[in-house]
């Protein structure tokens, strides 16, 4: 029989449109050099993901047209969610930790799934019903505890993360060179809780979160095309964090480089500059990110990152009082600080008073 209805027409369109988009992440070419690898890695596993979804959901219209046979929709839709968890999250943390992310643990993983998958679809084939409900809800569980693994996971890394590159970026760069990847993953976790309203075998359900799944794909894959261009934090910050793994033997990094062209940088007001990364201007410096950020830490007895900001409301203080009839947006822009909010924060913090008590002489 010829299947004519709603549902086949828009499953097909929806599957179809899976597969269109897997197939362009799989093509579509990336800079293939040592700065992309985790990129590209992550890449390949959203590939799978995608590549994946519109299989299996070919599948199931080729077994099931019309969408009568409730369970089995239930249990293709279950055994495609814990892989698209599971790869989800690989493809975020292999921008943030990606040492975490091993060949054996990923395989471990997908073993694991995969074993899970076959007794789903085992007992749906072989069991009485009873049976096969009891295995069924009691893999419903098993993906509820999977999500919750994973966002405690995620979470954890992305302390670790931030933390990592904290000497490198100002708060607010932070949030925002990091808002891509918590987008990513948030909404990757929200499409995964709304999967698990397809595992009740409702064909309007179904139809409906099929073509939000297709839609969010479609979304995440540009983004991930212009990813560089997006999100210029993440990458330079991952590499900052694999030269700075260790260039050094027994902390004696700061001896091994002239601080000559460091102190003229630092008396010329370089730390003012708010366009440059540190990986630039350590670059320009000649030295490593190791010997950099130790010498602060031994000459200066603070982080880069706190001595910068404290630089920088030091200078302000001395603008204040040079310029008593500047507004604080031209002090805080001349001082290296782009949002006044911020400006205010630290300098309350490092002074101990306001701007406006300092300036009023209080």
């Known amino acids: 029989m010829i299947a004519d209805g709603l549902y086949f027409n828009v ?3 929806a599957s ?3 597969m269109v988009i897997g197939l362009i992440l799989a093509v579509v070419k990336t800079r293939s050099d040592e700065k992309t690898a985790k990129f590209r890695m992550a890449k390949l596993s959203l590939t799978v993901a995608v590549l994946a979804l519109g299989i299996l959901n070919m599948a199931q219209i080729g077994v099931d047209p019309e969408g009568d046979s409730d369970y089995l929709g239930g249990c293709i839709a279950l055994a495609v969610s814990y892989l698209q968890a599971m790869l989800f999250t690989m493809a975020v943390l292999v921008f943030i930790r990606p040492q975490e992310v091993t060949r054996r643990r990923v395989t471990g993983q997908l073993t694991a799934i995969a074993v899970v998958d076959a007794v789903l679809i085992g ?11 009891f295995i069924y ?3 419903i569980v098993l993906y509820v505890a999977l999500l919750v693994y994973y966002i405690r ?13 904290a000497d490198c970026y100002e708060e607010d760069e932070i949030e925002r060179g990091l808002r891509w990847l918590n987008i990513l993953f948030w909404a990757a976790l929200a499409v995964g809780v709304l999967a698990l309203l397809m595992l009740f075998g409702r064909r309007d359900i179904d139809m409906c979160l099929t073509v939000v799944i297709a839609v969010y794909y479609a979304f995440l894959t540009a983004s991930f095309i212009n990813y560089e261009l997006s999100t210029p934090i993440i990458l330079p910050a991952l590499e900052g964090n694999t030269l700075h793994n260790s260039e050094c ?3 004696q990094c700061v001896t091994n480089f002239s601080a000559t062209l460091l102190v003229t940088w630092i008396q ?3 730390y003012l500059d708010t366009q440059k990364p540190v990986e630039e201007i350590v670059k320009e410096l000649g030295m490593t990110n190791d010997q950099f950020h130790q010498y602060f830490q031994k000459t200066e007895g603070e982080d880069f990152r706190t001595w910068r900001i404290r630089k920088r409301i030091q200078h302000a203080q001395q603008l204040m009082q040079e310029h008593p009839d500047w507004p604080v947006t031209r002090i805080a822009q001349a001082s290296g600080f782009n949002d006044r909010s911020w400006f205010y924060q630290q300098f309350l ?8 008590d300092f300036r009023a002489g209080r």
């Open 11 to 13: 499953m097909m369109a």
């Open 16 to 18: 179809s449109s899976l």
């Open 123 to 133: 007992s749906f084939c072989m069991l009485p019903l009873r049976a096969f409900l």
């Open 137 to 139: 809800w009691m893999g």
């Open 153 to 165: 996971w995620y979470r954890r890394s992305y302390r670790w993360f931030r933390q990592q590159i």
């Open 249 to 251: 033997v027994d902390n």
């Open 268 to 270: 010329q007001g370089g």
């Open 349 to 356: 913090r490092f002074t101990g008073t306001t701007v406006s």
